[in-house]
């Protein structure tokens, strides 16, 4: 099966031949792309590009091919040879003027993976359409399989530009600037990057906030095996195992993880009864969301929108009406977010942006990709203030579910063995006889989605619904349930009833 472009880039188990991802993919790719962009802004005079990797295998040898045949078109490439954030490439893109990116990542997939990323000059992911221009300057795939498993070197020259501390330094601050420069020395932190690329930038955060931290030593060191992650991806309770021992260990008062790019951020909290309970992308949204009217300073609240996408919780939408706040909503893919904001005029600005896969974005100034370290640093602050008046993140999710209504919401992966089996999923889906539902199919669009495989089951109560929607990078489905109800019993009786009648319809 060819790789193809997905969500969020180009991504596949990394082999030697054409089925797996290697050099020759990543070469077909960068000299693509480098014609495509000589192209697209041929009046830019000083043209440049940020080229950035995680941990993952090839990683640091699709980089330098990068800066190799970019800067052989006489693009300029800001380039490093240690890991990079997917949101400080996104922060470079826009601090450097450049006219994209390229990222080298595969995110939360296993270690079996990587991928590639490519930016655009807002510095947000290349939307479909951009792709599709990509791809016509694409040559067969025989002329790049002379660079597999070469021993490439990078050809220094006057187009391959460093990356200065003060790049560095002017990103951390702008994430220490969201919480008010505020220090912080009422929690104790476990964290762990993963093996990932977090680790210079959440120390260099804890350091300016004075906090007590304790790091998982042995997942702070860059390894492309993931010897001590079984699963690098923070929605599975596997990839705290160790940070889990150490927190239990040192009793500390919350778990951070960032997965290997740094773009989705991992939580767990200690109790009342000293047990660690997790939070899941649309709680951590729900917390962001709440601590962001408490706090964020709004000139004219008419002018800032809430942006998720359309399998994210609905809650934090009706948080912001509540304070004249509007929302708009995008299909899955962070890349839509950032052309949401992108298409701003000058009297819009973004409130708060989220996924409920475990990615969101407060400052656009600092990125516009989903960011891990922004979350962090306001997550802290919130479990700072919680811990004040002596509640952990649990009970502070409870506070706001009182005042706004309480959420039950969980999607479920199921392993797809074929595209005959999906069409026989959605053509089940599509018959479920739900009371007081509509079925929306996003295949034709709806209104200014683009069209998309996704099914969903939108209820009278605009917070409660059902969707079906396949994964765009991995060979499974998921279903979404959510609800929200005045009380956490009808939410939970709500929830079943909707989860049994969908297992008995799909046989699931």
Not at 167 to 191: F, M, P, S
Not at 378 to 405: D, M, R, S, T
Request: glycine fraction near 4%; hydrophobic fraction near 35%.
């Amino acid at each position: 099966m060819p790789l193809e472009f997905g969500t969020a880039g180009i991504r596949g188990i990394v082999g030697d031949t054409r089925e797996f991802l290697n050099e020759a993919h990543a070469a077909q790719i960068f000299e693509a792309y480098a014609k495509y962009l000589n192209d697209k802004f041929k009046n830019v005079q000083n043209k440049c590009v940020v080229v950035g990797r995680d941990n993952r295998k090839k990683g640091k040898q699709f980089c330098i091919l990068a800066a190799n045949i970019l800067s052989s078109y006489g693009i300029k490439i800001f380039y490093s040879q240690n890991m990079l954030p997917t949101p400080f490439i996104s922060f470079l893109i826009k601090e450097k003027q450049a006219l994209g990116g390229i990222n080298i990542t595969a995110s939360h997939n296993p270690k079996e993976y990587n991928g590639i990323k490519i930016y655009n000059n807002h510095a947000f992911q290349m939307l479909p359409k951009e792709i599709k221009e990509l791809k016509l300057y694409f040559d067969d795939y025989s002329k790049y399989e002379k660079y597999i498993n070469q021993n490439l070197k990078l050809n220094i020259n006057s187009n391959i530009l460093n990356i200065e501390e003060i790049d560095y330094q002017k990103y951390i601050n702008g994430l220490h600037k969201l919480i008010n420069n505020k220090e912080i020395n009422n929690l104790k932190i476990a964290y762990s990057p993963l093996h990932g690329t977090g680790y210079y930038f959440a120390k260099q955060i804890f350091q300016k906030m004075k906090l007590n931290v304790v790091y998982e030593k042995n997942e702070i060191i860059e390894d492309e095996e993931f010897s001590f992650v079984e699963n690098p991806n923070p929605e599975l309770e596997v990839a705290y195992k160790n940070t889990l021992k150490l927190s239990q260990e040192e009793q500390a008062d919350l778990i951070l993880i960032t997965d290997p790019d740094s773009d989705r951020l991992g939580i767990a909290y200690q109790n009342e009864e000293k047990a660690y309970q997790y939070i899941n992308g649309n709680e951590n949204a729900i917390l962001i969301t709440d601590y962001l009217l408490n706090n964020k300073k709004l000139d004219n609240q008419y002018q800032y929108y809430l942006i998720y996408s359309f399998v994210s919780t609905s809650l934090p939408s009706q948080m912001c009406l509540k304070n004249n706040i509007s929302s708009l909503i995008t299909e899955t893919g962070f890349k839509w977010i950032g052309e949401k904001i992108s298409n701003f005029n000058q009297n819009e600005k973004l409130f708060f942006a989220f996924e409920e896969s475990y990615g969101s974005l407060s400052d656009d100034h600092l990125s516009l990709d989903k960011d891990a370290l922004q979350a962090m640093t306001i997550i802290i602050a919130i479990a700072a203030e919680a811990k004040k008046e002596n509640l952990n993140l649990g009970q502070k999710l409870e506070k706001i579910y009182q005042k706004y209504g309480f959420m039950e919401a969980k999607s479920f992966s199921f392993a797809l063995e074929n595209q005959n089996q999906l069409a026989q999923l959605k053509s089940q889906f599509k018959s479920i006889n739900f009371e007081n539902a509509t079925l929306l199919d996003y295949s034709q669009g709806i209104n200014d989605i683009e069209p998309n495989d996704m099914l969903s089951y939108q209820f009278c109560n605009s917070l409660n619904w059902v969707s079906l929607r396949p994964s765009g990078t991995e060979p499974k489905f998921k279903i979404y349930i959510h609800v929200v109800e005045k009380t956490k019993e009808l939410a939970q009786k709500k929830f079943n009833e909707l989860f049994i009648k969908i297992k008995n319809s799909l046989k699931i």
